[in-house]
Each structure stands twice: as C-alpha cells, then as structure tokens.
C-alpha cells in the first residue's frame, strides 16, 4: 500500500469502515511507514481529546434571553438580503440584446443558404483508354495466389504477410531440428 493510499482511506480505518482486508492492509502499512504512523497517532489522539471533553450545556435562561433579543431586532425584510440598487434596461444590456438577435438573425440565414441546393456541376466527359490485359503468368509467390483466390471485402493483409513470412519460419524451424541432432 501507497501512502497516499492510506491517507485516502485513513478516515474510514479510524472509523474501521473498511473491508477486513484492506484493515489488515492499512494496520501493516502503519507498522511499516513511519510519517505515516505518526499522522495516525496524531488523529486518534485529537478525537481521543474531543470525544472526552465535557458536553457543552446551554445556561437555563438562554432559550428566553434569545428569543427576548430576536423580538427586539423584529422581523427581518426580505429586501435587507437583496440588491436595492434601480431594475432597469442599462445601455450595455440593450447592447447585447441587440447583438445576439444579430446573431441569431445571421446564423437563419446562413442555415437557410446551407439547405439550398448547390447549382448542378457539369464535368466534361473523359475518355477511358482500354489497355491489352497482360499475359496469364503463373503467381511467383505463395502471397501472389492467397491474394488473387479471396474474394472481395475480406482483409486479406494478415494472411498476405503469415504467407510471405512462411518460408523463414520453416527454415528456422529446421535449423532448429539440425541444431539439436535430429
């Protein structure tokens, strides 16, 4: 365990929230990592401290003594809390109205312009020149077959580059053989 970690979870180990392993894990930290028992001794100490400091009892007059000092403030007005300053339109706020509807405006009729279809595009025709096919020539490789028997839309890299690849591996695998007396 990190000591990071530890501070992470150290609340919940004081608190001994956590599963059984990770207490097993964070006591055996402590016992290891000494920055980070120390902040554990610290801890347990400070709530040692205030879970043993005496109740904080209010005096038996103080609930009369508060309410007789709340009648004398008198009820709060909600527009004590609230900005008292003037609501209205300042100039800046009528300028940046004006803008975003300008806006929004150009973006209408930019939209508008995007959706009308484009003027049609005439391309001169072409002319395809029709080339003699070459000889029929038997495949010089095992990856020139491969290639030529898949048919269209399967990959065929994978097995293209495992065909090329083959006679190495076969002669590695003979040198292999030889190597050990075979």
């Given amino acids: ?13 004081v608190d001994d929230m956590l599963p059984a392993v990770e207490m097993d894990a964070m006591r055996r930290h402590v016992m290891r990592c ?3 028992a120390r902040q554990d001794t610290r801890v347990r100490r400070g709530l040692l401290l205030v879970r ?5 009892e209010a005096s038996p007059d103080f609930t009369l003594r508060l309410n007789e000092r709340l009648a004398r403030i008198g009820p709060v ?6 900005n008292t300053r003037a609501q ?3 100039t800046v706020t009528a300028v940046a109205f004006v803008a975003g509807l300008a806006a929004v405006a150009y973006l209408a009729i930019e ?3 995007y959706f009308v279809p484009a003027d049609t ?3 001169a025709p072409e002319v395809a020149a029709v080339f003699p096919e070459p000889p029929a020539v038997a495949p010089a490789s095992m990856a020139n077959a491969a290639l030529a028997s898949v048919p269209t839309g399967i990959p065929v890299w994978p097995a293209v580059l495992m065909v090329g690849q083959s006679p190495m591996r076969f002669a ?3 040198t292999r053989d030889s190597d050990l007396g075979r």
Avoid: G, Q, W
């Avoid at 007005?77 to 609230?82: A, G, L």
């Fill in 172 to 174: 590695s695998m003979e």
């Fill in 111 to 113: 939209t508008n312009r």
């Fill in 52 to 56: 043993n400091l005496p109740p904080i």
């Fill in 1 to 13: 365990m990190h000591c990071r970690e530890f501070r992470n979870k150290h609340v919940a180990f």
């Fill in 88 to 90: 209205y339109a300042s």
């Fill in 121 to 123: 595009v005439r391309v």
């Fill in 77 to 82: 007005s909600r527009t004590d809390y609230v």
């Fill in 34 to 36: 000494a920055s980070c």
